[in-house]
C-alpha cells in the first residue's frame, strides 16, 4: 500500500499546520524587522553566565545529571522551585505540589491530557494564545471563547459560559496577555477563583509574562485565591532566563499532580536535568531577581517607543496600552485585512501575526499583534513606519 | 465542589501508575543492588567532557542556543544527525527525514498522537516494554500481543494478527529487546517490511540499544528494508551518551514526519536547544564512536558474569542469553512467584522487576527482568546470591 493512503487519528482532522507558516519561513531573510514572534532580546540571554553555570554543575552534580532522573524533578531544582514558587507566586506549599516541565507548553499539554476527552468543553479568552488552541484542538476539545476586554475575561459572560457549556476548563493567559497585552482586574482574579470552587472547573492559569511589569502595580495570581485547588499554576522561566532551556512549572494540588506525572512518564519521562540544574544553579546564585529588573528597562522604553508609533499611525484605530509583557495588539481601520496585507508588509521586510488567528472562532480580520521584545527602538521606529506605509496603500 | 470529585479524562482509566512503584522508593537505600532499572553506568556518562562541551557550545553559539528554536530542531543537530542516521542505520536519506525528540519516550508519543484513535489495535511483542504500553494506554490503544521466542516476533503469528486485527501500528524492539534482550532475526526484519507495506501498517522500529552489542553480528535494521515508507525509526542518545540529556530522534517520511512535527509543537515546542547543541558537538568530534567501544568491555563481562551466576541458581529454570544490551529476561520454577518474593529481596538489599508487567495480559509471574549495566561484576555476584538465597527459602 502507499503511505501517502495512510489514514492519521481524528485529532489532525482540520489542523494542517499554521496558515502563516509559509510567510514566517521568509523572516530570516536579513534586514527582516519581525513583530511576529514572542522572543526575548538578545540583551536578556544570560550567555555568559549560563556557560560558566553550565560546567560548574556538570563538574559538581555531573554523573546524576547525565543519568536518569525521576519524573518528579531533579531535586535541587525541586528545592529551589518550592522556596521561589511559594512567596513570588502566593501559592500555598503546604496544599501544592510542583513538577518541572519542559516549557509550560508541555504543563498545559499534561494538564489537557489529565483532563480532557473529545468534546469536552475548555472555555477560554477571546482572542488567546494561538499555540495553545492547537494543542486544545488536537485534544479534540471544544473551546468556547468568554467575552474579554482591557481588564480581560468578563466574568459575568464566564459565569453564564459555565452554566450553559459545563466546561472542563477554564484556559487564561491574567497577566500582560497573549495576544492583547491586557491584564486581568484584581476582582475578577478573585471572582474565577470563587466560581472555580463553585462549579468545579480546573482553572488553567497560564502566566509566563507575570514578572515583565514596566508599570502599574503587580497583581496576586488567581492561584493565590485559590483555597479549594481548582487553580493550577503554569509557569516558564522562558521569559525571564532562556525559552531555549525549555524549563517551565506546573503547581498543583496532589490529585491533579500526580495525573500530569503520570502523563509525564508518557511524555518525556523527565525534564533534561542539565536544563533543570542550570535554572536552580541560576535561582540559587541570586541572579534571577536582578536580571529581570536588568531586562525590564530596555523593554519598557521598547513598549513605549511602539505606542508612540501607534498613535502617530492614521490607518490604525485602536490599539491596547499594556503595562507589561511582549505584546500589543492593535486594529486597522474596518475594511482592512491583516492576513492579506502581511505578504505586503513582509516584501517591505517587516512582519506582525495577523490577529484573526488568535480568535477562537476566526473573524476579526482588521487586528494584528505586535512583539516589541526582539526589536530596538530604532528598528521599532523603522518597522513601523513601514507597517504604516503598507496600510495606508492598501 | 471538593476537588476530590474532580473526574479526570478517561484515557486515565484503569491507569494507577505503577504497581511496584512503592518498592521502587526503597531502592535508594545505602546499599542496594539493584538489578530493576534500566541505567547505563557511572563509568558510561561522559560528565568531564560535557562539562567542557557545554561551556563551549555555549560560548559560541549561546544567544541562539538559549533563543526559541525550530520545532524541526536545531540546525548544527540537525546536521549531524542526517550525515550520522543515514549510514549508521542503513536508512534512506533522500527519502526520511529526522526529527529531534526529547528522548526517543517522545518520539513514541508522538507517533501515538499521528495514528492513534481510541480501540485502535496495536501489535506487540509478548513481552514488551512497559514504559512505552503505558504510553499506549494512555492513548486508549489496545493492545494485542504477538507470539515471540528468543528471535523476537513469530512473523506467522504477526501476520495472522494483522489479517485479524487490522492494527494500526506494530510496536517492535528489535534488537537487545526490553525486557528479554532478544533480537529479532534478519529474516524476520525482511518479512516485517514486506508487511507492513502489504497490509498499510506503520512499524514503530524503537531501537535505542542498536550499538550495544558484545558479541555476534550486527544486522540491518528494519526501516533499511523499508522501500514504501510505512516504517518509522526511533533512535535515543539515552544509552550511549546520556539518558539526563533526554535527546533522541524520529526518522520518517515526510507525510508521517510532519504530523509528528505538529504534535511536538503542543508537545514541548522543540527539544532543549543546549541538549541537541551538546549531542551535535560530541558527534562532531568523533567522541562517539570511541565512547561506545569504551563502554562495551565493561558491560560485556557484567553481563557475562550475570549469566554465569544464573547458570548456578538452582530456582531459575531458564534465562534469555542476549548478544547486547541491558537486560536479561528470567524465570523461575513453576509456582515461584516473582511479584511476591521482590518484597522480600529488597529486605535482603536486591531488586529486579517482575516479568508479568512486562505482558499486555499479565500472567507469566515466575518470571523477572534483571538489568546488568547499573552494577558491577562483584555487585553482580553478591546480589545474584542473596537473590538465590530468597528464592529457595521461598
Known sequence: MNVNELRFAKRFDGITGSAIREIFKLLARPGMISFAGGNPSEA????????????????????????????????????????????????????NGVLPTTGSTQGMQLLLSALIDPGDVILVEDPTFLGNMQSMRLYQAKLVPVKSDDEGMDTDDLERKIREYHPRMIYTIPTFQNPTGCTLGLERRKKIAALAEEYGVVVAEDDPYHDLRYTGQELPTIKSFDKAGWVVFLGSFSKVISPGLRVGFLAAEPGILRKCVIAKQGSDLHTGLLNQAMCAEYIRRGLLEPHIRSILKGYADQMNTMLDELAHMKTVASFTRPEGGLFIFASLDEGLNATKLLPKAVERCVAYVPGTHFYPEGGHENTFRLNFSKSTSEEIRRGMRLLEETFSRA
Chains 1, 2 share one sequence.
Open 44 to 95: 536578556a540571554l544570560p550567555d555568559e553566565e549560563m556557560a560558566w553555570i553550565a560546567a560548574d554543575v556538570l563538574k559538581k552534580d555531573g554523573k546524576r545529571i547525565l543519568q536518569y532522573g525521576a519524573t518528579e524533578g531533579y531535586p535541587p531544582f525541586l528545592e529551589a522551585l518550592k522556596a521561589y514558587v511559594g512567596p513570588h507566586f502566593g501559592i500555598d506549599m503546604e496544599k
